[in-house]
């Protein structure tokens, strides 16, 4: 599992200076590796509220409630919404749009689970929408679960 976006970010370089099938591929194969940052809104109840907001520093505090997140949604000019995410923090950070929101490091696997379960009609996901901006339509997150799917095979027999 690749954990810091060194690789994915190298990746999305060389595909964006040679966009041809081959550089792709690997792009999409390093991804379905890859742990990608997730900015999420962080849903608090009423009750969960006063308790942090009577918390002090260093505090344990025990949550009344569950604490939901909800991946953030960039909208683009025609009004397509995409579920963004970040090979490194670093390119979160680009014009401060990571402030205010919760990360959450995950599989790309998992993000797909929120694509396909959203909270509204979600367009694609987006890697790196404020630097590489590359961004995956339907037909490819399908391509991408196959990947996963065929590698998760040969694991399971060459383990046999």
Not at 15 to 20: F, I, S
Not at 91 to 109: L, R, W
Not at 127 to 144: A, G, R
């Amino acid at each position: 599992m690749l954990k810091d976006g060194k690789v994915l970010l190298e990746l999305e370089k060389y595909y964006h200076e040679t966009p041809d099938k081959d550089h792709f591929i690997q792009l999409i194969d390093c991804l379905t590796d890859s742990l990608v940052i997730v900015p999420m809104n962080a849903q608090i109840s009423s009750a969960n509220a006063e308790i942090f907001k009577n918390a002090k520093v260093g505090d344990e505090i025990a949550l009344a409630d569950d604490l939901r997140l909800t991946p953030d949604y960039l909208k683009n000019e025609s009004g397509n919404l995409y579920i963004p995410i970040f090979s490194q923090m670093e390119q979160a950070a680009i014009q401060d749009y990571i402030k205010g929101f919760s990360t959450v490091s995950m599989h790309i696997s998992e993000v797909i689970e929120l694509y396909k379960h959203p909270k509204a009609k979600l367009d694609g996901i987006v890697l790196d929408p404020f630097s590489q901006n590359i961004v995956f339509y339907e037909d490819i997150i399908k391509v991408m679960e196959n990947v996963m799917e065929n590698k998760e095979n040969i694991l399971k027999n060459n383990k046999a």
